[in-house]
């Protein structure tokens, strides 16, 4: 948490209703974002206090947290603006350990599966929607000669020559259009070669001091997860008729997208509830937010043919052990750095040389700075 008040930060009283808050965040969003002359860091705190604010759960947790220090006087804190010698007590912060930076983890990749049964220098295939192939195109061809040998084997009365030839014509007609097709899927996949190149990664991890969490993943995502032949990383993606940077990472393989947070949290064991509540050491998590599920469901709408899920990466915020566990059925589970690279990587897997060229750019399309 951070040295400010959130209610100051977004300009709204202490008892403010939902829809003021949200109000005022969206006005305040416009211009703070990066793109319109704000800084990363001073955005990252204004999404910071509307999280918090807009979560009741959370927003208790900040009000008792920020309470007035009693030897000031007692104020009641629905008091807005505080009289004159009000005393506001610094927020607390939540088991801080100063000069703390987690370690970039390493996976011992010896105990992952995946990563001995994939071709990690297997050629790419583009594939796209509509596309025929090559394999149609050929059938169509044999289908061609398989008629054409029986005119010259064979004489034929004049009907059945008649209906012989207008399936000979009708085969020719369907290899000519294929043939067509397939000339027009290699153009556009050498065009699409030539756009982008051997590139995997897209977007630039935050680069702030806060986003260690960010940093530390996309070194994971390439480390790892691009062993996977038709894997492409994005960083810094916004959600339909968004500008925000509203996900931090999505990982695209195939016709499958995971979509990733990053969150520096406290040591501890997490786990999800039986209604996907997030616990730590078997209690409610309050320590931070996730907006994961809302991305899924908003990048699921997006792409509706595609499998989308999430997962959340955690980093300790302090020296200690953290582990995760999850429910099988979970589309957003908490995970530890090797857990994520072992099952998602499992799960991309599916079609680990595919590069969906469509759902490629419809993903590319919601990169806040592609570069």
């Not at 703390?100 to 001995?116: E, I, L």
């Not at 064991?269 to 209604?275: A, I, K, L, V």
Request: charged share 25%; proline share 8%.
């Amino acid at each position: 948490m951070h040295d400010v008040d959130y209610y100051e930060l977004l300009g709204v009283r202490q008892d403010a209703t939902p829809s003021e808050i949200k109000s005022a965040y969206r006005a305040l969003a416009r211009s703070m974002h990066p793109d319109t002359g704000g800084t990363a860091g001073t955005f990252r705190l204004l999404r910071d206090a509307y999280e918090t604010l807009n979560d009741p759960a959370r927003r208790a947790e900040y009000d008792r947290a920020t309470a007035p220090d009693e030897r000031a006087g007692s104020v009641t804190t629905t008091m807005w603006p505080p009289p004159r010698g009000f005393a506001r007590r610094r927020p607390r912060r939540f088991g801080e350990e100063p000069g703390f930076v987690p370690s970039a983890p390493r996976v011992d990749v010896t105990s992952v599966p995946w990563w001995h049964e994939v071709d990690a220098i297997a050629r790419v295939h583009y594939a796209h929607p509509g596309s025929p192939g090559h394999a149609p195109t050929v059938v169509a061809a044999g289908a061609v000669l398989l008629l054409v040998l029986p005119l010259l084997l064979f004489d034929f009365p004049l009907p059945l020559l008649l209906v012989w030839l207008s399936l000979l014509a009708g085969a020719l007609a369907a290899a000519v259009l294929l043939g067509r097709r397939h000339l027009a899927t290699l153009h556009t996949v050498r065009a699409f070669r030539s756009e982008f190149g051997g590139r995997t990664v897209f977007g630039r991890p935050g680069s702030d001091d806060d986003q260690i969490g960010e940093r530390l993943t996309a070194d994971l995502l390439s480390r790892y997860l691009t062993r996977l032949p038709g894997v492409r990383i994005f960083h810094g993606l916004a959600w339909p008729d968004s500008v925000f940077a509203d996900i931090d990472h999505a990982v695209l393989c195939g016709r499958r997208l995971v979509l990733v947070e990053s969150k520096l949290w406290l040591p501890g064991h997490y786990s999800t509830g039986e209604d996907g509540e997030l616990l730590r050491n078997g209690r409610r998590f309050l320590g931070g937010g996730s907006r994961l599920r809302e991305s899924v469901a908003e990048i699921q709408a997006l792409l509706p043919g595609v499998e989308v899920r999430g997962a959340l990466v955690l980093y300790p915020s302090r020296s200690g052990e953290l582990s995760a566990e999850s429910e099988p059925e979970d589309d957003v589970p908490p995970m530890t750095p090797e857990q994520f690279v072992g099952e998602i990587g499992e799960w991309l897997s599916v079609e680990p040389s595919t590069v969906d060229r469509n759902v490629f750019r419809i993903v590319l399309g919601q990169v806040i700075q592609p570069g």
